[in-house]
């Protein structure tokens, strides 16, 4: 599996928008980007996904970098709840396994 | 909003004891995973699970686990002699692998916390 690489932790204010950066220099042309989060005692939860063009969804964006090989997360104003850990995943076509790695521990201030 | 739901939210057993750790995943899915998350340590792929057999499993997943679809709702996981290492969350997820879906978005359970004493 491809590999990704994420800070280890970040802090932003409350009602902020915040950035959460991936690195993924190898990844393949089939290799989707996805972003699930993990909150306190609960499962992991999707959060997003793309390919190669820029997604929004209700819950965030995706900003994925021309050559691929980096992408941003972008929460446009968080909230407390916000506060996880934010894995970035890639996975090839039709594969099922999401191999998780430890993410990013976003810590949000009131 | 459907969710994948798992029972019991708590198991505690003796080592060497069966569990059974129990899931439904939502209705219209066809792609059943379980992982696990040992405390502090990252979530790890068990198995996947599509029309009614395997379709993939790690290395954890030895002759100890096992998994079935008994009825049209139920997804399950069975660890026959519980270990020490066996201790962690386990959860269940689900996806959609449709036609017109070229990748899987999988929906995670809450989680059973598996204490093996």
């Known amino acids: 599996d491809a590999k990704t690489t994420q800070p280890n932790s970040m802090e932003s204010n409350e009602e902020e928008p915040v950035h959460l950066p991936c690195n993924h220099s190898t990844i393949s042309g089939t290799d989707y980007i996805h972003w699930y989060r993990q909150l306190p005692s609960q499962g992991p939860e999707y959060v997003i996904h793309g390919l190669t063009s820029n997604v929004n969804n209700r819950m965030a964006s995706l900003a994925i970098a021309e050559d691929r090989k980096s992408s941003t997360l972008i929460l446009h104003r968080a909230t407390l709840r916000d506060a996880a850990v934010y894995y970035c995943i890639l996975s090839d076509f039709g594969n099922e396994k999401l191999t998780f790695g430890t993410g990013t521990r976003l810590t949000i201030i009131p | 909003e459907p969710e994948v739901t798992q029972t019991p939210s708590h198991q505690v057993t003796q080592m060497g004891q069966e569990v059974i750790l129990r899931c439904v995943p939502i209705?219209?899915?066809?792609?059943f995973y379980w992982y696990r998350q040992i405390l502090g340590q990252k979530v790890e792929f068990l198995v996947s699970f599509y029309n009614n057999e395997i379709s993939e499993k790690s290395e954890i997943f030895d002759d100890q686990f096992s998994v079935e679809r008994p009825d049209g709702s139920n997804f399950t996981l069975k660890i026959r002699s519980t270990k020490l290492e066996d201790s962690a969350m386990y959860f269940c997820?689900?996806?959609?692998?449709?036609?017109?879906?070229?990748?899987?978005?999988?929906?995670f359970g809450p989680g059973t916390r598996l204490t093996v004493l």
């Open positions: 997820a689900s996806g959609w692998l449709g036609t017109t879906e070229v990748t899987d978005t999988q929906y």
């Open positions: 209705s219209n899915h066809l792609y």
